[in-house]
């Protein structure tokens, strides 16, 4: 006759399971390797593709926030279908590597270092395009106290909280920061203002992307029926 596994081993052997599961996603989550940013010199668009928006900013930057709450949030939300937007929140700081360590300057002291790297994990723990923008335009708004605005603004739209957190206080945060240093000081010609946006590895026309984004985002759709059908009072 087999005895029966008591009721407490059991729970333990479960636990134990728990514990070894949830290792193994922070594993996942947290050393697999960075996806690349897209190559600005060499991106080419597939027909029919969406336009793809990458914004160059920091979190502290007037501009930046201007941008990303009166233009970027807006044309997205008129005009999501057409339009695929990457965030590269760095600007013109510069990354520091001393015994493995890494480190950054940015332009608006470290509080500003600490909301880039909330939004460079916000920017990748958020699957959801619409979301994931929200959460930006809402911290933007008020980054002087970086994880109050995270935790505020992400229990608004998300329920992300303890992945980004998580993101922030581990290494994987300061890799995405270095990551997107990388692609902002890869941009040619170089980043002179803040916030700079290429629209398919393009930086032409800044002026009028930063005043009127979606109308420059309908003239790189071109004339497919579903960009006539968004952008048709918008240009």
């Known amino acids: 006759m087999s005895q029966m596994v008591p009721t407490r081993k059991r729970i333990v052997i479960i636990?134990?399971?728990v514990v070894i599961l949830g290792c193994l996603l922070r594993i996942l989550l947290f050393n697999s390797p960075l996806p690349p940013l897209t190559d600005q010199t060499n991106y080419?668009?597939?027909?029919?593709a969406p336009v793809l928006v990458m914004v160059f900013y920091e979190a502290l930057c007037p501009d930046s926030k201007y941008f990303i709450t009166k233009q970027l949030l807006t044309a997205?939300?008129?005009?999501?279908p057409i339009m695929e937007v990457m965030?590269?929140?760095?600007g013109k700081a510069t990354?520091?590597?001393?015994?493995?360590?890494?480190s950054f300057d940015c332009q608006h002291g470290p509080t500003e270092c600490q909301a880039n790297i909330y939004h460079a994990c916000a920017a990748e723990a958020i699957e959801d395009?619409?979301?994931r923008l929200q959460v930006v335009s809402c911290m933007i708004r008020d980054n002087r106290l970086p994880q109050e605005a995270m935790r505020k603004?992400?229990?608004q739209y998300s329920e992300n909280i303890d992945l980004i957190q998580k993101c922030y206080d581990s290494d994987h945060g300061l890799e995405l920061m270095k990551h997107n240093g990388e692609a902002t000081h890869s941009l040619r010609p170089q980043v002179t203002f803040i916030p700079t946006i290429t629209i398919d590895g393009s930086q032409g026309r800044q002026a009028?992307?930063?005043?009127?984004?979606?109308?420059?985002?309908?003239?790189?759709?071109?004339d497919t029926d579903q960009a006539k059908a968004i952008c048709k009072n918008a240009m």
Request: net charge positive.
């Open 76 to 80: 997205y939300e008129v005009a999501a």
């Open 95 to 102: 990354t520091s590597e001393s015994g493995g360590k890494l």
């Open 208 to 222: 009028s992307i930063l005043k009127n984004l979606l109308s420059e985002v309908c003239k790189a759709a071109g």
């Open 44 to 48: 080419q668009r597939a027909i029919g």
């Open 87 to 90: 965030l590269v929140p760095y």
């Open 15 to 17: 636990i134990c399971i």
């Open 129 to 131: 395009p619409l979301v």
């Open 153 to 155: 603004c992400v229990k």
